[in-house]
């Protein structure tokens, strides 16, 4: 019953900023993790940043912390991730994602819902 749909990747070089959007149709309770994952070429999709839907608890990878943050706009729907200081390690397809229950937000297996991802490239 849910869908997911992400948009805002694109190109650039290393240092600058990019905000990617996650547009959710569908029932979310508030019980449930929302989260932003990535899986880069040959590597395992891995959790960036997650956030309880009370608002009140947000979880980042160690990788990123500092330079991202996650948001929630509940009235519009929709999941935002904010990137600064943008590397090359960042680049991969980044996914959103809804959960069905609260716990761990970057742990995947909590998520049942996933969309179809974003393009995100960091060059130096």
């Known amino acids: 019953q849910v869908q997911l749909v992400e948009s805002g990747g694109g190109s650039v070089e290393a240092g600058g900023s990019l905000r990617l959007s996650c547009v959710v149709s569908?029932?979310?309770?508030?019980?449930?993790?929302m989260g932003w994952f990535r899986r880069a070429p040959g590597k395992e999709r891995e959790g960036v940043a997650g956030v309880r839907d009370n608002g009140g608890r947000t979880y980042y990878a160690d990788s990123v912390k500092g330079r991202f943050t996650i948001s929630r706009d509940n009235a519009k729907n929709t999941l935002f991730l904010e990137m600064h200081s943008l590397k090359p390690e960042d680049t991969a397809m980044y996914y959103c994602?809804?959960?069905?229950?609260?716990?761990?937000?970057?742990?995947?297996?909590?998520?049942?819902?996933w969309g179809q991802g974003t393009q995100v490239t960091v060059s130096s």
């Open positions: 569908g029932y979310v309770h508030g019980s449930r993790c």
């Open positions: 994602a809804a959960g069905r229950s609260a716990g761990y937000c970057l742990n995947k297996l909590l998520y049942n819902n």
